[in-house]
């Protein structure tokens, strides 16, 4: 094996690496959500988590999403683990659909030390952009194993007139 075909492979795993990076910061930015601990989070102290990497005032999770539209409708699925419906609230701003709510931290009953907290907890906010204009009171919304699902009706689009117009 020669010098160049060390190189060469360096280089194009280097590209692979580069090139998956890229792919997912662009296609899971807009997912990136932040949860600050609210009213009733009741996130546990950071003495209680042996954990050095452990802030209960900063939580970051992907909340992804996938959208679906077809001639009549858009349909937004929204994954959010470990959130009650009891604590969504789901509105339309500006063509986007806004999903806000808190998810709460549930503690162990038993005596112990928590050794890693990873998922986040908090109040979260996600906007997700609509591709075309809703009727957003139409609007219907299911909330399953982790999954929020909400259907709109699209709105009907302007209908363009049609003007005879006499050509001499």
């Known amino acids: 094996m020669k010098l ?17 990076w890229q792919h997912l910061r662009q296609s899971a930015s807009s997912s ?19 954990d050095s990497f452990y802030l209960p005032h900063v939580g970051w999770s ?19 683990p470990g959130v009650s419906r009891d604590d969504l609230e789901v509105e339309i ?5 806004v999903v806000s709510g808190e998810k ?3 503690r162990e009953e038993t005596q112990g030390q928590y050794r890693v907290l990873q998922c986040a907890y908090g109040q979260f906010r996600r906007v997700v952009p609509l591709p075309s204009e809703v009727l957003s009171d139409q609007a ?16 009907s689009p302007a209908k363009p007139r049609k003007l005879a117009v006499q050509v001499n």
């Open 62 to 80: 992907m909340l992804g999403d996938d959208v679906f539209e077809d001639d009549k409708r858009i349909v937004v699925r929204l994954e959010i």
């Open 4 to 20: 160049d075909d060390i190189k060469h492979g360096l280089s194009s795993f280097w590209d692979s690496v580069s090139d998956g």
């Open 32 to 50: 990136l959500t932040r949860f600050k601990p609210g009213r009733q989070t009741n996130l546990p102290t950071q003495s209680q988590v042996d």
């Open 93 to 97: 701003q500006d063509q986007s659909l």
């Open 104 to 106: 709460r931290f549930e």
């Open 140 to 155: 219907k919304a299911v909330c399953k194993n982790g999954v929020l699902r909400v259907e709109f009706p699209k709105a």
